[in-house]
C-alpha cells in the first residue's frame, strides 16, 4: 500500500520555483515527524527539511535555509516543500518520509525511523 506520494519536481533554470508536495495516508501523516531527504547520484542521502506533527517545529539544512519552507496542511493531509532561488547543486531525487522522531533519548525534529517513505520525485536544476 502506497503511504506517501510525491509530486511537483521537474525541470528548471537556476534562480527558479518549485513546489513539492507529498500526499500521505492517514497513518504516515499521523507519525511524529514527516521530512523531506534528496539523494544525487553519486551523493548521500540528507535531510533537507522536516516539520513534527506534534508542535510544528522545522528543520532546514544550511544548505537550504532560506530558501526552502515546508509546510503541512492538515485537511488535506499534504506536507509541502516550497523551494525558491533554486542551484544547480540542488538537483537531486527527493523523497518525502514519515516515522518516528524519538532515538537514544532525544526526539528529533526529523524521522528517526523510516516507517513510511514514497517513491520520490525528480528536481533537476539547470545553469
Known amino acids: 500500500e502506497v503511504q506517501l506520494v510525491e509530486s511537483g519536481g521537474g525541470l528548471v533554470q537556476a534562480g527558479g520555483s518549485l513546489r513539492l508536495s507529498c500526499a500521505a495516508s492517514?497513518?504516515?501523516?499521523?507519525?511524529?515527524?514527516i521530512g523531506w531527504f534528496r539523494q544525487a547520484p553519486g551523493k548521500e542521502r540528507e535531510a533537507v527539511s522536516c516539520i513534527t506533527t506534534s508542535d510544528g517545529v522545522t528543520y532546514y539544512a544550511d544548505s537550504v535555509k532560506g530558501r526552502f519552507t515546508i509546510s503541512r496542511d492538515n485537511a488535506k493531509k499534504t506536507v509541502y516543500l516550497e523551494m525558491n532561488d533554486l542551484k544547480p547543486e540542488d538537483t537531486a531525487r527527493y523523497y518525502c518520509e514519515a516515522g518516528a522522531n524519538y532515538d537514544g533519548g532525544y526526539y528529533y525534529t526529523c524521522p528517526k525511523v523510516r516507517n513510511y517513505w514514497g517513491q520520490g520525485t525528480q528536481v533537476t536544476v539547470s545553469s
Open positions: 492517514g497513518a504516515a501523516f499521523a507519525a511524529a515527524a
